[in-house]
């Protein structure tokens, strides 16, 4: 005979799991409403007279209602009107009682009395028996928490989009292997180019020629992961002109860590480096100013032979041998003034090409030194100079290298007392070529070694110098890729020590 229980499992006392006998008709309900009241969003059925047959507990709590006042309710008296009307719930519903068709994919917002506006994202499905649609299923899921993340979500996007956009600086973002995808306006600005015009383009092809090898390199090491910053590279504009761009590179990563792209920042230092140019210039000229003196007084000599052979000349009665060495001493008078003042020009005059290139830096310290030498006769202090044997060349600016290596002798001048001694030396060690400048002067304070570097420190009185000098000899260095320190004791003299890459290891 056929039993007409059911038989589930359910836990007995002790945790052991025993069979219970159960009506199938009232085992189905209980499930039924066990499954509805631990679904995590809102289940109401509806019936053809759209009333409310059934709704769960989440849609109950949601809506702060009983069981008894939302059951065989109509929809008019749960649901506010306003909400039905602009939502056409009610229409919606028929229509799926029509067609037997279920309603996919609708928003609405729900607010009930005395608790905050909820957004729902529900469904009407069809609940049949054969071909009759006998119910309508509504089933709302509680967006409300995603719709705000998302709304927050695209607030911080659009203020990192207006910070990017009104940004002074280059701020570009490529793929992994380095493709542009994006391209603010400060980039649109200083380079020319558009952003559709780069968007897919490598970053490499927008840099200088020589330059493009260091640029594949930094993509390479992002794409391991490491950081690359302040690294400078030309960037080449529309118009042809070479930006100078002092770079910040960082990696993108995804969920799982690993490299998807590239975030470049770049500052252009156009107007950095003409103020720059235009403040060497200034120094060097308060530089002659100082040298003055001494460079007149080694002009008047050979102005002051040539002058009295001139005289001597003069006097028809003088034999042919005096008269030629007459004319010797004005020739030879004429050529060191002339030298004197060639090597001033070349020192007050920017270089035609103004570049860098390869220079002997032997010969640049001796041209510097000489035009330094009457400075240091008037001064009574002696100025040696020492050059290692073996040529020593780097790449650099000449002119500026050479501004560095007088500001260095002058304040060593400074420093001295007369009798003193300030030593130019030169040497090679390994892949760097370095330059001292030594004197026997009075010495840095202590406290003061710290800050020697930094712009418009200085001992001088106010108006006899400008903290200047040594804070662009710093820059010019580092400009070169080297590096410059200090050494002193008081009352004993100071050395300043340069170190520049040499030219065969940085061809």
């Known amino acids: 005979m056929r039993k007409t229980t059911a038989e589930v499992n359910t836990p007995a006392r002790g945790g052991v799991t025993a069979a219970a006998p159960m009506l199938g008709g009232d085992w189905y309900k209980q499930l039924y409403h066990m499954l509805l009241g631990s679904l995590p969003f809102s289940v109401v059925l509806i019936d053809r007279s759209f009333k409310i047959t059934s709704a769960n507990r989440n849609f109950l709590e949601k809506s702060r209602r009983s069981e008894a006042d939302t059951i065989g309710v109509s929809m008019r008296d749960v649901f506010p009107s306003a909400i039905l009307d602009f ?72 203020h990192l989009a207006s910070v990017v956009e009104s940004a002074n600086d280059l701020v570009v973002s490529t793929g992994a292997e380095g493709r542009i995808i994006s391209w603010n306006y400060a980039a649109e600005r200083i380079s020319g180019y558009q952003t559709d015009e780069v968007r897919g383009w490598e970053l490499t092809n ?60 770049g500052r252009d230092l156009s107007e950095r480096r003409a103020f720059e140019k235009h403040l060497y210039q200034s120094e060097k000229l308060a530089a002659l100013g100082v040298m003055a003196g001494g460079i007149a007084h080694e002009l008047r000599n050979p102005m002051s032979v040539s002058f009295s052979a001139g005289q001597f000349l003069l006097d028809e009665s003088i034999d042919l041998t005096f008269r030629r060495e007459c004319v010797q001493k004005i020739m030879s008078g004429i050529q060191q003034a002339s030298t004197i003042i060639e090597n001033l020009l070349r020192f007050a005059r920017p270089s035609p090409s103004d570049g860098m290139e390869r220079v002997s830096l032997a010969t640049l310290i001796h041209e510097t030194v000489s035009v330094l030498t009457p400075q240091a006769k008037l001064h009574k202090i002696k100025l040696r100079e020492d050059y290692e044997n073996i040529p020593l060349s780097i790449v650099g600016n000449g002119n500026l290298l050479q501004q560095v290596v007088m500001n260095l002798i002058l304040n060593a001048f400074q420093a001295t007392s007369p009798g003193g001694l300030v030593s130019v030396t030169t040497r090679g060690e390994g892949a760097e070529a370095v330059i001292s400048v030594q004197d026997t002067g009075c010495g840095i304070p202590l406290s003061h070694i710290a800050k020697v570097f930094d712009p418009f420190f200085t001992t001088q009185p106010v108006g006899k110098g400008t903290g200047l000098g040594l804070s662009i000899c710093y820059t010019i260095v580092k400009q070169h890729g080297g590096v410059i320190a200090v050494e002193s004791v008081e009352q004993a003299g100071s050395t300043f020590t340069i170190r520049l890459p040499r030219a065969d290891d940085a061809v």
């Open 87 to 158: 939502a056409h719930l009610e229409l919606k519903i028929r229509n799926v009682f029509d067609t037997g068709l279920p309603l996919r994919g609708a928003k609405m917002t729900y607010r009930a009395p005395g608790i905050a506006t909820r957004i729902y994202y529900y469904t009407v499905v069809p609940v049949k028996s054969g071909d009759v649609v006998l119910h309508a299923m509504l089933v709302m899921d509680d967006i409300t928490e995603k719709v705000q993340l998302s709304e927050k979500a695209r607030m911080v996007e659009r």
């Open 206 to 265: 927008l840099c200088e020629a020589s330059q493009k090898d260091e640029m594949i390199a930094i993509i390479q090491r992002l794409a391991a992961g490491d950081i690359v910053k302040f690294q400078e590279l030309n960037l080449v504009a529309r118009s042809g002109a070479l930006i100078p761009v002092d770079w910040s590179f960082s990696p993108i990563r995804d969920d799982s860590g690993k490299v998807s792209g590239v975030v470049a920042v």
